[in-house]
């Protein structure tokens, strides 16, 4: 048996993470690329650029890799049920991917599974969300089923009044209306199965986000409930069983102390996912070696916490477009911070790298907020608050 070659299509930062476990573990990564700029081309020796939404392109390149795996969920579930037909092994597989690619498909899946969702509906005009929110109360979500991203396809309307905003949005088909539920935080609990069974899942997690895009994550969730660490751990487990799926899996959920189970399923993700990259430094398997081999049918690695709290802090696009130079600034305030940066040219906003920090020992959780705070904004800003390291 020669080492087996992992194709993935895309080549967002989330594949170009893989390249370091891939190159560890002797294995051998292809990207399928959406051009020659993007993050993970210049990390993955073969990488070939093609249109992800072409058959023959799929085909190409699946005839060279022995699994086809993702970084991101955009791919038509019609091709890849034509490569499925082919035999190409898909890891996830197209079925089991449905649930990442289409919110309403979601929300059906995680109410036959008996777990806990928002209330919801399908709806394709105005009058659907005004009879729905008449049930349910104002203000409620609109997402559209399919292709969003970082908050794009997620609109909160306050009232009757405001629908007219969503006029744009009815093009036919279903769109999704949600409650807007008063979560007091949103948790994660990041799974990984490999094909034959096995699955492991790594502490909850407590994600913030900033105007819908993630930008710092605490592991593991400070305070949370054993019960309610429990419940979810198991929830995702259940799902990725249930719903076959294979690889890195993210559930993202809002905790709702006082109300119903104390927890609601937002969505899925199955890829490697930012509210793990902590796992990168912070746990003794990394989501990015997990996925690798959870997707070759390999033993998954032990997901133990390394610390008693890691965080993870998003770099996103600022005032710095000269990052390299913040290096060393960045690097002196923090020498215990990891730093992780994706080789993307800086625009406002945009996900560019993070910053993973581990508790030392006895360390308070806000000390350690701040030091990966403090390397982050020093990269993103160019200057910045010198922060103390205690680790
Ligand atoms: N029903 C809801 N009630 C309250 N807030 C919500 C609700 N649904 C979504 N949100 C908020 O909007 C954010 C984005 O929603 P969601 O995760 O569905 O969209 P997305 O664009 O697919 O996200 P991602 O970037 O994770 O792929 C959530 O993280 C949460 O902060
Ligand atoms: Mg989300």
Known sequence: ????????????????????????????????????????????????????????????????????????????????????????????????????????????????????????????????????????????VLKTPRGGYDGKGVLVLQDAAGVAEAAAWFTGGDLLVEQFVPFSRELSVLVARRPSGESLAWPVVESIQVDSVCDEVIAPAPGLPAAIADAVTAAGLRIAERLGVTGVMAVELF??????????????????????????????TGQFEQHLRAVL???????????????????????????????????????????HFYGKDVRPGRKIGHVNALAAQGEPLEAVRARAAGVAGTLRDGTGMPSTDHA
């Open 255 to 284: 905790e709702t102390p006082g109300t119903g189970v104390g927890y609601l399923v937002n969505e899925l993700a199955m890829r490697p996912h930012n509210s793990g990259h902590w796992t990168m430094d912070g746990s003794l």
């Open 297 to 339: 049918d390999l033993p998954l690695g032990a997901t133990d916490p390394v610390r008693q709290y890691a965080v993870m802090k998003n770099i996103l696009g600022g005032p710095n477009t000269d990052i390299y130079a913040a290096y060393p600034p960045g690097m002196s305030s923090g020498p215990s911070a990891k730093v």
């Open 1 to 140: 048996m020669t080492f087996p070659v992992v194709g993935v299509i895309g080549g967002g930062q989330l594949a170009r993470m893989m390249a370091g476990p891939a190159v560890e573990l002797g294995i051998e990564l292809r990207v399928l690329a959406e051009g020659p700029d993007v993050s993970a081309v210049a990390a993955v020796a073969h990488s070939s650029i093609g249109d992800y939404r072409d058959l023959q392109t799929l085909r190409d390149f699946a005839a060279g890799v022995d699994v086809v795996t993702f970084d991101h969920e955009h791919v038509p579930g019609e091709l890849l049920e034509q490569l499925a037909a082919d035999g190409v092994s898909i890891q996830p597989s197209p079925s089991a991917l449905l649930h990442a690619q289409d919110k309403l498909v979601m929300r059906r899946a995680v109410e036959d599974l008996g777990l806990p969702n928002p209330r919801w509906r399908a709806v394709r005009d105005a009058a659907g969300i005004e009879a729905f929110a008449v049930e349910a109360g104002w203000p409620v």
